[in-house]
């Protein structure tokens, strides 16, 4: 059973970048199988998908903050992480990783826009 | 990008009651609709997707239903467990984006 856990820093100076690790257990993140994402919860702004990245290391951000983010992966360790630079308190919020499954069409592998599971979370705090 | 609203935003019940949940998209998502329940300080957990699709394990009591712009989460008997905050999801088109919540509180 797959599980995923994330960690870094739980609390981040304004401005600075938000870094965190996700790593998974009880499975490859270079099977190709599935998509490996990002979302965040928020008092203010709910939960919002930040970004996921495949296999192969192709990404897909959410325009909001695209030009913040970066995820990338390190399959010899099965772990995927999240860069957020010029952080406010703004983002100061609970960040899940978490895994959708992909289907393919015509040879095209796409991600069923679904999460499961999610790994526990992570608070992280932006302040001076 | 779709926004999702959820009504009630919060609704309270009894053990053995019947509840549903409403999830509105502001534009057509087709079936593509997920569902999460999640307690507090947990994560969410996936409960349905494409609309009507029960994840596997979770019991048959919960039920959805709905195309293209409306959509209804249905708990048809209330267990103890099941009081929790549901959220409903888009899954049709990027950037993905979830209702703002619906607070299941017991009566």
């Known amino acids: 059973q797959v599980q995923l856990q994330e960690s870094g820093p739980g609390l981040v100076k304004p401005s600075q970048t938000l870094s965190l690790t996700c790593t998974v257990s009880?499975?490859?993140?270079?099977?190709?199988?599935?998509?490996w994402s990002w979302i965040r919860q928020s008092p203010g702004k709910g939960l919002e998908w930040v970004g996921y990245i495949y296999y192969n290391g192709i990404t897909y951000y959410n325009p909001s903050l695209k030009s913040r983010v970066i995820i990338s992966l390190d399959t010899s360790k099965d772990q995927f992480s999240l860069k957020l630079s010029s952080v406010t308190a703004a983002d100061t919020a609970v960040f899940y990783c978490?895994?959708?499954?992909?289907?393919?069409?015509?040879?095209?592998?796409?991600?069923?826009?679904?999460?499961?599971?999610w790994g526990q979370g992570i608070l992280v705090t932006v302040s001076s | 990008d779709i926004q999702m609203t959820q009504s009630p935003s919060s609704v309270s019940a009894s053990v053995g009651d019947r509840v549903t949940i409403t999830c509105r998209a502001s534009q057509d998502v087709s079936s593509r609709l997920v569902w999460y329940q999640q307690k507090q300080g947990k994560a969410p957990k996936l409960l349905i997707y494409?609309?009507?699709t029960l994840q596997s394990g979770v019991p048959s009591r919960f039920s959805g239903s709905g195309s293209g712009t409306d959509f209804t989460l249905t708990i048809s008997s209330l267990q103890p467990d099941d009081f929790a905050t549901y959220y409903c999801?888009?899954?049709?088109?990027?950037?993905?984006?979830f209702g703002q919540g619906t607070r299941l509180e017991i009566k």
């Open positions: 009880g499975g490859s993140i270079s099977s190709g199988d599935y998509y």
């Open positions: 978490a895994r959708q499954t992909m289907t393919m069409i015509r040879g095209v592998s796409y991600p069923n826009n679904w999460f499961d599971p």
């Open positions: 999801q888009q899954a049709n088109s990027f950037p993905i984006t």
């Open positions: 494409a609309a009507s």
